[in-house]
């Protein structure tokens, strides 16, 4: 069913491994449903056996060779290898061949080398749980790479009964729009259950598309019974604005998993829609990446995630828009949490439409899937470079003052992929209260000596929760702020004007405005003094 997400032009083979590999399909350029339905016919019914994963690579080097240098193997296992060939035996062939390894790890027992393979060559891993409930955006994502289509939205609903409906929105801007497809999975249902029209699509003018809305037109109302797919494709531009749609579920038959240690899976409608630009101006592109494909937890450069997104249209900010990041967990419980682009935290730089989140979220060891949600009302800013901020002019060497700009509401999904998490303890405190970069001191608003400081609050696991106290320290000599920060004079809760409710024992959730006035400490008479400010966790970790 997920072959579906591959678009035609595209050239497509199948093999399957377990103690050795199979070509089921060779490699074949997509031209329509009948090339599609032919690789669907190769899938194998039920997995079984060892597993050699450098024989199906090696398999896979074999099929792309006649094509030339490149090429994309899209690796996908639930088993660690323990049969030769060996991943290390046919490493030296991926890289003469200058092929892109794609990993999908399925579950916990995949093997544990996935990610570090798909990035040694430039392509991404992702991971799914056992009941394959993103598995459909995730093929959607390895679909859009290098290739012009655009992930607009995703997810997956469960089902438990027959004829219940849900609703979704998407929204097509301006810069997009083109050939937009809705592909709706039905994951262990009895198609045959469906009604005539299984989804309808309401265009932003209200009007409704079924399957007799298709008949005559040049789109396209495909219900794929064998693939359990119900798949409508919008011919030329489709409208701007909201689209909604509603989709039927069929009888739900959970699905016996044939391979041992394998849960059933259980019912569910997964959602994928995807467009292509419009050709009208500049797609608005979002971008992601994240920190560590591996949080090694003895290691601690790795103990740190974090992720970041780019919203731009031709390199210009995209500014404004609601960023959420949902990361699916080991156990396939799924957390999600909203990325700024506010100069605070894990962001660098405010308005340059990067935008950024820690994740301090680790509950055990294992994988962890991301995706984002890019939507809302974004102003694309002609004065901002993204990445950069404000447009430096190298000839004037000024920064440009034009004003031009628009809002668009957009859609866009952007699948980061997985990464690894191995040592962790869940007993220890890894991660301290985040860097705060956002300090201001007023010297004039109050009498000699005294300061106020304001802030933005830390979290006390970096941008989560709260802090246990502030650590404020002054001095005359900044190097001893910088390199020896415990030796400089401290401030004292004696030292605030208002005693009683010092912020220093008393700190806000993250993201609050605190304000600090104090008195400077004894022995710096008429000296310039330097303050440093440190956010201090339960466990004395500081920031």
Known sequence: KYINSFAEGSKLGLITFNARAEVRHALTEIAGDADRQSLTDALPSFTYGATSIGAAIQEGLKMLKPTGLGGTIVLMTDGQENTAPMIQDVWPQVLEQKVTLVTIAIGEYADSS????????GGLSFYDTEDAAHL?????????QDSDIIQLTAGSVDVTTEGETHEGTVRIDSSCGNNTVFQF??????????????????????????VKEFVSSAGGYVIDNTAGTVQITIPGISQEGLWRYTVTAGTPAPCVALTIGIPDINPAIQTSITTRPSSQQ???????TLAHNVMNFREEGQRMQSFYVVVQQDYVCGLNAHVQVYITEPTGREVNITMHDNGLGADMLANDGVYSAYFSGIGQNGRYNVRVQVSGRVYIDANCLAGVGETWDPFGGTTSTSTDGYHVEVDRIVSIGSFQVTHFMPVHDYFPPSRVTDVQIDTSAVGQDTVVLQWTAPGGDLDDGQASHYHIAVSNNITTLLQDFDSAVSVQVHDCADRADCVLNNPSGSGSHEQLVFVIPDGFSDETVYIGLRGVDDEGNMG
Do not use: H, K, N, R
């Not at 996935?114 to 060559?121: G, I, M, W």
């Not at 009604?195 to 932003?204: D, G, N, T």
């Open 185 to 210: 999975t039905y994951v262990c249902q009895d198609m045959s259950s469906l009604p005539a029209s299984p989804v309808v699509l309401y265009a932003p003018d209200g009007t409704a598309y079924g």
């Open 114 to 121: 996935l990610e570090d393979l798909a990035s040694q060559t």
């Open 136 to 144: 459909s955006e995730i093929f959607s994502a390895i679909s859009a």
């Open 282 to 288: 500049p797609v608005i592109e979002c971008t992601g």
